[in-house]
């Protein structure tokens, strides 16, 4: 699904086009048994004004194992999980501007949909 076409270029070209806007300059882009097509689509991520590196997922084991598999590419730097499949809308440069002037240990970003059962659920308190 990364590299499927949706308004005439890959899913994740819409994606580091958003992250290259929102002023991140490293993208560490966990990979497994697709990423041939992935490193061959964005080599080094100088296209988008990024430097790419690539880290390998051994088994994929849900999103907690491919953040952990980031672990020592992230370091103790803030950092962003942005899935391979998804985009956002608004793009993500305000929140990433309201993370680092607020100096949050962690947000997340989430949209209140029609229809829940299709994705993850969560519960706020106000």
């Known amino acids: 699904t990364h590299l499927m076409p949706v308004a005439g270029k ?3 070209d819409w994606i580091l086009v958003d ?5 991140i300059k490293q993208v560490g882009l966990v990979v497994g048994h697709y990423s041939e097509a992935i490193k061959e689509y964005v080599g080094e991520g100088s296209h988008w004004g990024l430097t790419a590196t690539y880290l390998t997922q051994e ?4 999103l907690a194992d491919a953040v952990n598999t980031a672990r ?3 370091g103790q730097e803030s950092f962003v999980v942005y899935l391979g499949d998804t985009v956002v809308e608004p793009d993500l440069t305000d929140f990433v501007q309201w993370f680092e002037e607020e100096g949050a240990n962690a947000a997340l970003w989430v949209k209140e949909v029609d229809d829940p059962g299709r994705y993850g659920i ?3 308190q106000q």
Not at 19 to 23: D, T
Not at 59 to 62: A, V
């Open 10 to 12: 890959p899913l994740l």
């Open 19 to 23: 992250l290259a806007a929102a002023g």
């Open 59 to 62: 088994q994929p084991q849900g």
């Open 72 to 74: 020592e590419f992230v």
């Open 122 to 124: 969560v519960e706020m």
